[in-house]
């Protein structure tokens, strides 16, 4: 399946803003000028993804995030100054489009400060249409899942709890991902007591 993936022209002149909700907040991986707290409305955090390659196998799959249909997104922008635009465009292709799962999107982002601020910002979008796309899964499908899940990235506990601590560092709070993480702490803490 072709990565679904923007032409040249649908880019913005000037700096780039990219939207992370996810590992993206912690781990961006390119260079920025800045970042600050942002909203993106009309889609939501969701763990919706199945993860193959960096947090899964296809034997034994991960679970990992997309921005899926519906509600708010509150995340972090980062400021791509226009010179590194290109090489911050090709490393976010080969880090978020391996397995083609995502569409890449331009989408208003409003900045948090003291004026709110508009602006189009580059973000990875759940392919609906793609064969990883999970949809909604219980709370337990999701944990049996992200226990399971051991990729290229490491343990797929591992990605969850480092985007709760970041989520947290920001002031976000994620109530269906907060209470998926409280369970993997709840498992942590019984294994090592045994």
């Known amino acids: 399946m072709a990565a679904k993936t923007l032409s040249e022209t649908q880019f913005p002149d000037g700096d780039l803003w990219v939207f992370g909700y996810g590992s993206l907040i912690w781990n ?83 900045i948090d400060g003291d004026a709110r601020q508009r602006v189009r910002a580059l973000a990875y979008v759940a392919d609906r249409g793609h064969s990883q796309y999970a949809g909604r899964l219980s709370l337990d499908e999701q944990l049996r899942l992200v226990r399971q899940g051991h990729g290229n990235y490491g343990p797929n506990d591992e990605y969850v709890m480092a985007t709760v601590t ?29």
């Open 166 to 194: 970041a989520l947290e560092a920001q002031g976000i709070r994620d109530t269906p991902l907060h209470r998926l993480a409280t369970m993997l702490r709840g498992e942590s803490a019984l294994h090592r007591r045994a």
């Open 28 to 110: 961006p991986g390119f260079a920025f000028s800045e970042q600050k707290p942002a909203r993106l409305i009309g889609e939501h955090r969701s763990l919706c993804i199945y993860s193959m390659v960096h947090r899964g196998t296809p034997e034994k799959p991960g679970l990992v995030l997309g921005l899926d249909r519906g509600g708010a997104c509150q995340g972090v922008a980062f400021r791509v100054e226009a010179a590194q635009r290109s090489a911050t465009v090709a490393y976010l292709r080969e880090r978020e489009q391996v397995t083609s799962v995502y569409r890449e999107v331009m989408r208003a982002v409003w």
